[in-house]
């Protein structure tokens, strides 16, 4: 085997030290050894990832979450800037993201569309079923809110330039956006407000979506996508699960040989409830589901790669003070801000966002910790809603992760 080869030719490359030397001579000799020996780890290290990566060529990663949860407010379908079927639209080191093809700009338009359709009809569904209730500012918009629920609601509606000035006027009422600013109580889309903003641009007929518009633009995921890409000549295979309860029953056919579980959570979802289950709260049903992954059997020797998702909804919430963190998680009161060598804190972020997103990030890492028997880790990362630096960061995770396994294989960690 090939790895045998490269831990004989390491060992035989140690010279012998001769035993006549001199005190001094022998503590210069020791100096040498513990330089080569260092020189010996670090290149034994690249040598077995290289191996791995040749061999297999492979990594196999699964992508699950909450539903909502993963990049730029989709749903599990979807890993926007580091997701599994668009993966292809972002490169490595930095550049900026690929452009996408004329074919998937036209398809991403009629998404947007849908997604502005679907933000408005849902938001003044919403102002009478909300309590208490929610009225137009200007009552002549009735007229307009009818349209969006009994004709905009159609399935082959075709989007004529009347729904857009509508969409335009009743985003303007004081009492839509009063409804809107409740949408933690209902399921709100969380692009909706970034293309209800746009519409303007959206209506026009030589609209050109860009990479943002296409990183924002929410789909659905229903069932299993797999999406294979290359980073560095290395292959990686990712599957795309649902997140919705009834999805997570098709989960265990992709779970098998993978290199990593990616698991991405919506942190701004602290104080929003489930679709399927409107008395939980999403964040505790993502800690719970988080638990059951990491505690499963089958799956103890499988990483993690956490995605601490949507934290500038998160600041955004934690700045504007309507719903406090500890209304929702009560330990939240308690809790201090860890102090950590060789982290520093963006100066540009304040204290109390800072404590929320790690009290957060402790929540999921004091369930990785409780089991902690070293056959596999957990590896945080703080991300926002367009974070083209994802695809990066799951690369070298995976590079660790496959390292940490070669080693612990022949003993050596």
Avoid at 171 to 185: A, H, I, L, P
Avoid at 203 to 210: A, C, G, L, V
Avoid at 217 to 237: P, Y
């Amino acid at each position: 085997m090939q790895c045998d080869l490269v831990f004989a030719s390491f060992h035989s490359s140690v010279n012998p030290f001769s035993l006549s030397f001199s005190i001094i001579e022998r503590n210069q000799i020791n100096d040498q050894r513990e330089k080569q020996n260092e020189k010996v780890g670090r290149e034994l290290r690249s040598r077995i990832t290289e191996h791995l990566l040749v061999k297999r060529n492979r990594c196999a990663c699964v992508s699950a979450g909450r539903p909502n949860d993963i990049v730029g407010g989709s749903g599990a379908g979807t890993f926007r800037a580091a997701k599994c079927r668009e993966a292809p639209e972002v490169r490595i080191g930095g550049r900026a993201p690929c452009s996408s093809s004329k074919k998937e700009k036209r398809q991403k338009i009629e998404d947007i569309k849908k997604n502005i359709r679907d933000a408005i009809l849902t938001i003044t569904s919403a102002m009478s079923t909300l309590t208490p209730p929610v009225t137009l500012e200007d009552p002549s918009n009735q007229s307009r809110v009818d349209y969006i629920l009994d004709v905009s609601s159609s399935p082959d509606f075709d989007y004529p330039a009347e729904f857009y000035e509508i969409v335009e006027t009743l985003w303007k009422d004081r009492g839509v956006q009063q409804s809107f600013e409740r949408s933690n109580e209902y399921q709100l889309i969380d692009c909706a407000k970034y293309f209800l903003d746009k519409v303007a641009i959206v209506k026009q007929h030589d609209y050109t979506p860009t990479e943002q518009d296409i990183l924002r633009c929410r789909v659905l995921t229903s069932g299993i996508f797999e999406t294979r890409f290359q980073v560095d000549k290395v292959n990686f295979h990712m599957f795309d699960v649902g997140g919705q309860r009834d999805e997570r029953r098709k989960w265990i056919q992709c779970f098998n040989d993978v290199t990593a579980i990616i698991f991405v959570t919506a942190c701004s979802s602290y104080n929003m409830v489930l679709r399927e289950d409107p008395t939980k709260l999403r964040l505790r049903e993502s800690l719970d589901l988080f638990k059951s992954i990491w505690n499963n059997r089958w799956l103890r020797t499988i990483s993690v790669i956490l995605f601490l998702n949507k934290q500038d909804l998160l600041a955004e919430k934690v700045k504007a003070g309507k719903h406090k963190l500890e209304d929702y998680f009560p330990e939240f009161s308690r809790y201090q801000t860890p102090v950590e060598p060789g982290v520093v804190a963006d100066p540009s972020e304040p204290p109390d966002v800072i404590r929320a997103k790690y009290f957060i990030r402790d929540e999921f890492l004091r369930i990785s910790t409780a089991s902690g028997d070293g056959k596999h880790y957990c590896y945080p990362h703080f991300t926002c809603a367009v974070d083209t630096e994802n695809i990066k960061r799951v690369f070298n995770d995976c590079r660790d992760i496959i390292q940490r396994m070669h080693l612990r294989q022949y003993e050596l960690l």
